[in-house]
C-alpha cells in the first residue's frame, strides 16, 4: 500500500484480511492518518511500515506475470532500492494515477481508462484495468491496484476483472 493518509492506513489495514504481509510505503517520517488508524496500524503485526520511501517506477511485465517490484528512493538520502512485490494500491482520493499509461492505453478526458460499461475489458489485452484507474459510472473508488491481484464483482458475474496472470 502506497500512501499516508486515512485511506491508505484504512486498506492496509482491510488487506491483512487476504494477505499474512503487508508494506505500507510513505514518503515522510510520520503518517497523516487520524491517530485511531494509525494505532491500529502500528498494533497490527501483519504490516509493516517503508518511512521516507517514494516509489519512482513499478516494474515488471504484464505479458509475463505482471508487476515484480517496485523502484523505490529515499526521500532523506536519496539511495535508491528495490521491493519485490505480488501486487501495489496506491491510495490516491478522487484523482486517477493514470500518467505511467498515457499514450498506451485509451483514457477518457479525465484521465481515466476508458471500458466497456458494467464490466471492465480493457482497451488493450492483459493490461490492468485497476480502480480507480477506470470509473464506468462517475465513480471514484479509493485505492486502486496493479500487479497480480484478482478480484470479483457482482457487476461481472464473478469473473476475474483485473491482474496480469
Do not use: C
Not at 130 to 156: I, K, Q
Amino acid at each position: 500500500m502506497i500512501g499516508g493518509g486515512n485511506t491508505a492506513v484504512e486498506e492496509a489495514l482491510y488487506l491483512t484480511n487476504h494477505s499474512p504481509d503487508v508494506t505500507l510505503i510513505h514518503r515522510r517520517d510520520s503518517l497523516r492518518s487520524e491517530k485511531i488508524l494509525q494505532e491500529r496500524l502500528f498494533a497490527n503485526d501483519k504490516i509493516s511500515v517503508m518511512w521516507n520511501k517514494e516509489v519512482l517506477r513499478f516494474a515488471g511485465d504484464p505479458l509475463a506475470g505482471g508487476l515484480t517490484h517496485l523502484e523505490l528512493r529515499d526521500t532523506v538520502t536519496g539511495a535508491a532500492s528495490q521491493l519485490p512485490v505480488d501486487g501495489a494500491f496506491v491510495a490516491i482520493g478522487h484523482a486517477p494515477a493514470t500518467e505511467l499509461f498515457k499514450g498506451k492505453l485509451e483514457m477518457d478526458e479525465s484521465g481515466y481508462l476508458v471500458v466497456e460499461p458494467s464490466i471492465v475489458r480493457r482497451s488493450q489485452p492483459r493490461a490492468p484495468a485497476a480502480w480507480p484507474h477506470w470509473t464506468p459510472n462517475g465513480s471514484s473508488p479509493r485505492a486502486s491496484s496493479l500487479g497480480r491481484m484478482r478480484s470479483r464483482s457482482p457487476v461481472d458475474g464473478g469473473e476475474k476483472v483485473s491482474g496480469a496472470d
